[in-house]
Structure formats: structure tokens, C-alpha cells
């Protein structure tokens, strides 16, 4: 099924996201897929964030989806990890969303 899938695309990488990412790229890794991995999300780490988000202490004021493809990106050198520090839109939907992607809504807010 991983060969007829181009990219693998995560929305929101917080307090969902964060916890999915790990055991997500673990298999992808695993499973040596060469397509890519995007991840989006338009917000900064916050020190509230940290009873129920996985980030590094250091990483407050940073984007989420830099900061989670930098931890990933030391541990499965072979995936194309790419980042998009800004929210999914009405105006960038169309490259958030392709055709031969898997879309994984991960956001734990309405807007």
C-alpha cells in the first residue's frame, strides 16, 4: 500500500500530533518509505504545552512542526521530513492536500 502513496501529510503537530508522530515515523522508517513526510502547523511551543505535549524544555517560543521534524530528523536520517510553520488554510489547502497523499488530521483545535 506505502508504493502508491507520495506523501504523508500530518496536520498539526501539538498535542495530538506530537504523541503520534513518533510511532508514525518509527514505521515509516521501518518500512523504508521513500516518499514524503509534510508537517504542517502554524503555532509556537508554549510553556503550557508542556503537561500534555512531547517537546524538548529548550524549544518554548519555537514552531511546533520545525521542532518535531528537527527531533525526527536525527533519529530516521532516511525520511524527507518537510516543514510548514503556518496553518493549513482555505488559501494553501490545495498544497497541504494532493493527490497520492494520506492526510492525518492531528489538530486538537476547531479554528
Not at 521513500?34 to 505535549?53: I, K, M, T
Not at 524538548?56 to 521530513?81: C, D, W
Request: aromatic residues 8%; proline residues 5%; charged residues 20%.
Amino acid at each position: 500500500m506505502l508504493r502508491a502513496v507520495e506523501s504523508i501529510v500530518v496536520i498539526g503537530c501539538g498535542g495530538i500530533g506530537s504523541w503520534l508522530l513518533g510511532p508514525l515515523l518509527r514505521f515509516l522508517n521501518a518500512e523504508d518509505f521513500s516518499g514524503e513526510v509534510h508537517l504542517w502547523d502554524g503555532d509556537r511551543y508554549s510553556p503550557e504545552n508542556q503537561e500534555r505535549q512531547e517537546f524538548a524544555a529548550g524549544s518554548i517560543g519555537q514552531n511546533k512542526a520545525e521542532v518535531q521534524a528537527g527531533a525526527f530528523r536525527t533519529n530516521y536520517p532516511a525520511l524527507r521530513i518537510v516543514t510548514h510553520a503556518e496553518y493549513v488554510t482555505p488559501e494553501n489547502v490545495t498544497q497541504a492536500v494532493t493527490e497520492r497523499a494520506v492526510i492525518i488530521t492531528a489538530v486538537d483545535n476547531h479554528p
